[in-house]
T-cell receptor, first 115, second 114 residues
Framework: GAVVSQHPSWVICKSGTSVKIECRSLDFQATTMFWYRQFPKQSLMLMATSNEGSKATYEQGVEKDKFLINHASLTLSTLTVTSAHPEDSSFYIC???????????FGPGTRLTVL | AQKITQTQPGMFVQEKEAVTLDCTYDTSDQSYGLFWYKQPSSGEMIFLIYQGSYDEQNATEGRYSLNFQKARKSANLVISASQLGDSAMYFCAMREGGWSQFYFGTGTSLTVIP
């Protein structure tokens, strides 16, 4: 089946630094990718919808300037957490829809810890 | 209003027994898809089963079956013959039509007891 990869799988950074997370569709083209954040023992919360070649659509309450999303190609979307703070520590997961209605592929997630 | 509601934060089941995880959804779309995912402690989302809104038969995948009751807007997951490895978080999700967002429920933590 199709695979979505994320890099890095985990990252620890100092408060105030920026962190970039990559999401790649390895064997299919993904015009639309989704970014989620998951806090411990909670559900996945949709942060934004990333569309190739256009601006991302952010969910209400998600700061566009803090969580920069770029979807420059059909196989790569990036999420940059700018000026990260400890409250940004979370598990970030990307997802892409496949060509069939029953296909929704998820990356393995990136665990971000901000000190 | 919540798109997906899972009312069971935690469930326990004896090994080898069956368990039903509840899920109700809310949509005005005619075309939608319902998904169940398993998330072990590693965090990866493991696809279990899919039900399309136009599918007349309940979906089945091995030990997993989906009890789809369209009029009641429910899509309960049934796991038969539970195994210790089934202990994990389970999420119900929905995609409405086209390429729109993918909504998750709050999840149910399942613990299988030996």
């Amino acid at each position: 089946g199709a695979v979505v990869s994320q890099h890095p799988s985990w990252v620890i950074c100092k408060s105030g630094t920026s962190v970039k997370i990559e999401c790649r569709s390895l064997d299919f083209q993904a015009t639309t990718m989704f970014w989620y954040r998951q806090f411990p023992k909670q559900s996945l919360m949709l942060m934004a919808t990333s569309n190739e070649g256009s601006k991302a659509t952010y969910e209400q309450g998600v700061e566009k300037d803090k969580f920069l999303i770029n979807h420059a190609s059909l196989t790569l979307s990036t999420l940059t957490v700018t000026s990260a703070h400890p409250e940004d520590s979370s598990f970030y997961i990307c997802s892409a829809r496949g060509s069939r209605a029953d296909e929704q592929f998820f990356g393995p997630g990136t665990r971000l810890t901000v000190l | 209003a919540q798109k997906i509601t899972q009312t069971q934060p935690g469930m326990f089941v004896q090994e080898k027994e069956a368990v039903t995880l509840d899920c109700t959804y809310d949509t005005s779309d005619q075309s939608y898809g319902l998904f169940w995912y398993k998330q072990p402690s590693s965090g990866e989302m493991i696809f279990l089963i899919y039900q399309g809104s136009y599918d007349e038969q309940n979906a089945t995948e091995g030990r997993y079956s989906l009890n789809f009751q369209k009029a009641r807007k429910s899509a309960n997951l049934v796991i038969s013959a539970s195994q210790l490895g089934d202990s994990a978080m389970y999420f119900c999700a929905m995609r409405e039509g086209g390429w729109s967002q993918f909504y998750f429920g709050t999840g149910t933590s399942l613990t299988v007891i030996p």
